[in-house]
């Protein structure tokens, strides 16, 4: 079996394991292309991206074009002479990009394709309550996340599973799956496939800011899936008065019961024994959370800090 040449692009944690796992297989990385360097956190220090601290400390060639476009970077590429392109969690390619090499650009989603499309697969899944989801290798096209599939592995997704669990769980799944595709394309082995038409399309739309706000109205168990797929980040939050000031409350994890009630969903039962909110059809226990201005901390620690509990009551 022939060694490919790949040119890797990507940016975050995620992307790291699949280029560390690469690098270590016996295909040759001849680029690695990331975000730009930028200032961020506590006094603006110069951060650079997981995938780029790995290229360079493993001697790879780093490229960081602020603009896919750029004359001068297409050139830099076509001059790799690359056989594949491999994309992991990075942004939208132009087709004068992707179509460059011999073998294609194949990119790495984290969801079973054609479910969960879009910019937070990994958050969905958990939120709609799946059993299981997996990762999907496929070729690019001019359409977001629905070029032709590669191969596809799957995962469970435990009850206790959130957001950042799963994804260490596909980022290392994931990783597996890269090497395997490049194996398949350097022995001609793999045969894409046209992804299936969807009777009911499930989709993972970025998510913004009011995207994480809950609502009490909801079931129990779909706040409680709500709350796991939104941890640890960006975290899903509810609004509490405390005296006179609305205060802004993150719960990162909790459980949940359910049970006949007549109180209007949101009310809070707060005291140093306990701390429940009240859903549609039971409530939930907060149990790590995270007041505005304050660390996150496990509910004993938080109730520990309040010597007045009738001071506090939801937001209107």
């Given amino acids: ?16 394991e699949s280029l560390s796992a690469i690098h270590q297989s016996f295909h040759d990385v001849v680029g690695v ?14 951060q650079q991206s997981p995938v780029k601290t790995y290229a360079v400390e493993n001697g790879l060639p780093v490229f960081q074009p602020e603009k896919l476009r750029n004359p001068e970077f297409l050139e830099q590429m076509r001059a790799l002479n690359a056989d ?15 179509e460059m090499p011999r073998l294609g650009t194949f990119n790495l989603h984290a969801s079973l394709l054609p479910d969960y499309r879009g910019a937070a ?40 599973d959130d957001a950042g669990s799963l994804h260490d769980k596909l980022m290392d799944l994931g990783a597996k799956l890269v090497v395997e595709t490049l194996d398949g394309l350097a022995n001609h082995s793999l045969m894409e496939k046209p992804q299936p038409e969807a009777e009911f399309q499930k989709n993972a739309f970025k998510i913004f800011k009011e995207d994480t706000r809950i609502n009490w109205n909801q079931t129990s168990e779909s706040i409680y899936n709500f709350v796991r797929g939104m941890s640890p980040y960006p975290a899903s939050f509810t609004s509490i008065r405390i005296g006179d000031e609305l205060k802004t409350l993150k719960i990162y994890k909790g459980s949940y019961e359910k049970q006949a ?3 209007k969903p949101g009310t809070l039962e707060i005291s140093k024994s306990g701390f429940r909110i009240y859903t549609a059809d039971g409530f939930y226990l907060p149990q790590e959370i995270q007041l505005e201005g304050k660390k996150r901390m496990n509910l004993k620690d938080f109730l520990n800090g309040f010597r007045d509990f009738e001071d506090i009551s939801p937001a209107d």
Avoid: C, W
């Fill in 121 to 160: 697969p990994i958050n969905y899944a958990i939120i709609n309550g799946e059993k299981k989801t997996g990762a999907t290798t496929f070729f690019i096209n001019e359409k977001i996340d629905e070029g032709n599939i590669l191969l596809q592995d799957e995962v469970r997704i435990s009850a206790e």
């Fill in 1 to 16: 079996m022939k060694s490919l040449k790949v040119v890797f692009f990507g940016t975050p944690e995620f992307a790291k």
């Fill in 261 to 263: 009630h007549s109180l």
């Fill in 33 to 46: 292309v990331t975000v730009a360097d930028k200032a961020s956190g506590r006094g603006q220090k110069i």
């Fill in 84 to 98: 594949v392109f491999v994309v992991v969690a990075f942004r939208m390619m132009p087709k004068i990009l992707f």
